[in-house]
């Protein structure tokens, strides 16, 4: 399963939007066991109900971040600030030899779903937003932050959807030429 995780959302809120894939042509589930959720989350273990918990959040930050995609009000802000609102800081403790130690949350998937909850909070609130995008590719989806240059990036990844679709575009134009 591994081998189907990307990380080109560049966000952390935007690669767990990325654990459903291939949503313009029916969708791809890729978190179906807690076992999944652990994987990506790299964690020993997940329950079910945190399994449940993380689509449901995944689900919520997508229509947030389709809707400013689309330049409309975010609708489902409500689960995201009840996850953002659970994020605690780090707690850090300093040993009389001079070394830190620190100190592991008590629900360690409750605190990463704190984490990505709170990071699709800055991403929706802040200049990234703006940045937002679908891939291009016809049967891809995957959602990303466009942090180009000219800011007019179409492709998830050029390796993987941009090569495609320009190998694509090659062979139509050899058919017609």
């Not at 703006?130 to 989806?141: M, N, P, V």
Request: proline share 5%; hydrophobic share 40%; with cysteine.
């Amino acid at each position: 399963m591994a081998t189907d995780w990307v990380w080109d959302g560049g966000r952390p809120s935007v690669d767990l939007v990325n654990t459903y894939r291939d949503r313009k042509t029916g969708g791809r589930e890729l978190l179906r066991t807690p076992a999944d959720l652990a994987e990506w989350l790299a964690l020993p273990e997940v329950s079910a109900t945190r399994l449940r918990q993380a689509i449901e959040l995944r689900e919520a930050i997508n229509d947030c971040v389709t809707a400013a995609i689309d330049g409309e009000r975010l609708p489902a802000v409500d689960l995201i600030n009840q996850w953002a609102a659970r994020r605690r800081p780090v707690i850090v403790r300093l040993h009389p030899d001079g070394s830190a130690e620190t100190e592991p949350p008590a629900d360690p998937v409750a605190a990463a779903l704190a984490e990505i909850a709170a990071d699709a909070v800055d991403l929706l609130s802040g200049e990234e937003r703006g940045g937002l995008r679908i891939c291009g590719s016809a049967d891809c989806g995957l959602r990303f932050v466009d942090r180009s240059q000219a800011g007019r990036r179409q492709w998830c990844s050029m390796a993987r959807c941009g090569n495609r679709e320009k190998a694509r575009a090659h062979r139509a134009r050899m058919r017609f030429a």
